[in-house]
Every structure is written in C-alpha cells, then in structure tokens.
C-alpha cells in the first residue's frame, strides 16, 4: 500500500457501519457495529457518537485499549486500526460532533447526558486486500 492514509482514508470515508471492539472485565474481546465515524483527523484520530449508558463507555472507562475495523465489501477489503478511546463529555467534544437528526438518539440535545464522544487514537493498523496482509505504523 502506497498511501495508507490516503486509501485507508478513502475506505473509512465510504463505509456506512464501523465496528468498534473493547475487552469486557473477564478479559473477552467484545465487538460492535457503530454507525460511521462523525469526524476524523486523517486516520491517526477518530471520533464516534454513542450512548453514555452503553456497555462499551463502561469498558472504555476501565481499560481504553481498542480496535477500529473498516470494510470495502465491493473489492472485499478491510482495515483495522489498533490503538486506545477516550471518552468526552465535554460540551466542546459534543458540539464539535453533534448532527442534525441527533435529537432521534439523544432526547435532550447536545446536552444529553446520555450522549458522549468516543475519540479513538491509532497507533498502527494492519490492511487487507488482494488475498494479503500487510501491517503498518501510524
């Protein structure tokens, strides 16, 4: 891969679902679909909007190690992304992310307490395509 913030940028920017993987307290890897990223800062920052509430702002809190994975399921084709979350509650954060339609999630707006920011951090990945795999620094 020649430019892997370039291809790897490209790819998180057509997908519509991300899945996003945290380690539960028994020390499992847990994954789950996420609606696509809200921002990014070339592929080393990524942030996500999610519930406050949810199992993974729980997991995130104990233990920030985590995993990002991004599929082109036209030329099958995939990257994961391997680094730590940050979870932001500040009103900055969540303005900086907020869309309109949001009120459907979070009832009370940006304000919601029930609404938080997950900024993810890579520090490497590892791509596929072509039937190989190549990993890579970030």
């Not at 940028?9 to 997908?15: A, T, V, Y």
């Not at 199992?55 to 995993?67: H, L, P, W």
């Not at 979870?87 to 009120?103: F, N, P, R, S, Y």
């Amino acid at each position: 891969m020649k430019n892997p913030e370039e291809t790897i940028g490209k790819m998180i920017d057509k997908s519509g679902t991300s899945f996003v993987s945290y380690v539960d307290e028994d020390g499992y890897p847990i994954t789950k679909a996420m609606l696509k990223p809200r921002k990014r800062n070339g592929i080393k920052e990524i942030w996500f909007s999610t519930n406050t509430s949810s199992d993974k702002v729980r997991y995130f809190r104990k233990n920030n190690k985590a995993s990002i994975y991004f599929i082109d399921k036209r030329y099958f084709r995939g990257v994961s992304l391997i680094g730590t979350i940050e979870v932001l509650e500040t009103t900055e954060a969540k303005e900086m992310i907020w869309q309109t339609g949001d009120e459907m999630f979070y009832k009370e707006g940006v304000s919601d307490p029930d609404y938080c920011v997950l900024k993810f951090t890579a520090h490497k990945g590892r791509y596929y395509s072509n039937f190989k795999s190549e990993n890579f620094d970030i």
